[in-house]
């Protein structure tokens, strides 16, 4: 086929997908459904493909990216709308993309998660077989906070766009510990982030197993359970599937930023983010025009020199991902320490009954090109040394709806990861 055939089928199938997908989506009375959309996992084997996939991404709101293209496995996860599912095979069969299906019925994911939910009354402690809702936290928080007030004290690093404060919890048990701050639900769709997040805490303040007992007492802990309140919000009471911050673009109907691609370092560099107000990797009209972004930066910038390991929780993926992100020709000086702790903390995990395999290097060689994030922020502007985004479960067959039955499995994970990944910086002089 020649390239101005390509061109035309090309063109012909914007014009159907872009007709099918720039109708206003249906109303709801109450939360926006996704009967019988799909996940699909396409493998890219080279730049046509790609490019090809990138615009239709682009230009449709109804196409909906959950997993960006990994350099390494070269796969790509994206939703479909039912109403563009025929477009969408037609294309693949003319560009020869391989897929596999991972989600059959994205609803039938979230009408099983919601039943989780729904079992647990009012009267039910909080806990770790469900999901929560922003105020349950909260509250939970200020249980944790009364409970043990000689340990803890809640800080506010800042409003959010629609004025929601935005909260986290100290944990310290003496002075002149080293620091280590971790900020979570940065992207609302990521419920397992919050909830790994909760049950952290609460380990760190409960636990009577040696090893957890000297993390907590030897460290202080700066915790963020739901960093993008407003998506988080919105994510429970309307869509599901939100990412991004809630703040309208004045350039745009479309809503939000990705608040992972707005902070200022290498901002919008090398593809790194979008500048598609419509993108889920939106990079914002100028770094930091998010309030939340810029109110982390201040608040962190403020006890820099308190902190010694920098930890943004994700899903999914499973990945410990170092700087840089927003280029994979250049590694930090340290990137050889960065990739030993990374070791440590992946066999750890590996080493549970769970025999989960976490893949770890730097953002842009493991994963893809990111600009703008908070660990690479952090770790080029304050020179935190040891820094690092968690993508948890799992690799794809539920993706951002994980069961709860996993929220268990996965926490347990996550602290064996972060017990190797402590001891491992503290081994190499980092704390």
Known sequence: MGK????????????????????????FEGKLRYDNYKVYKLNIKNKTQLAVIELIQDISERYNVWKEYDEATKEIHIMVKPTEDKYFHELLQVYGLQWE?????????IDEEQRAADTTTDNDEFGWTRYYELEDIEKWL??????????????EIGK?????????????????????????????????TSASATWFINELLTSKDGPVVNLAENYDWYIIPVFNVDGFVYSHLKDRMWRKTRQ????????GTDANRNFDSHWMENGGASNNPCSETYAGPEAFSEPEAKALADYVTSIQDKINIYISFHSYGQYL?????????????NYEDLLTIGTAFSGAIKGLAYNTEYTHGSTAVVLYVASGSTVDWVFNELNVKVGYTIEFRDKGRYGFVLPPLQ????????????????????????V
């Open 101 to 109: 299906l991972l989600v059959e019925n994205v609803q039938d994911l």
């Open 4 to 27: 101005l055939s390509i061109l035309f089928l090309l063109a012909t199938f914007v014009v159907c997908i872009s007709s099918a997908s720039l109708k206003s989506p249906p109303v």
């Open 142 to 155: 200020d249980g944790i906070l009364a409970a043990h007030p000689d340990v803890t004290e809640s800080f």
């Open 407 to 430: 929220i268990l499995p996965n926490c347990q994970e996550l602290m064996a990861g972060m017990l190797a990944l402590v001891d491992k910086s503290k081994e190499l002089g980092y």
């Open 248 to 255: 309208p673009v004045t350039t745009s109907s479309c809503i």
């Open 160 to 192: 959010s766009y629609e004025g929601r404060t935005i909260r986290g919890i100290k944990i310290s048990h003496k002075d002149g510990n080293p620091g280590i701050f971790i900020e979570s639900n940065i992207h609302a769709r990521e419920w397992i």
């Open 321 to 333: 991902l170092s700087p840089y992100g927003h280029t994979k020709e250049e590694f930090p000086e």
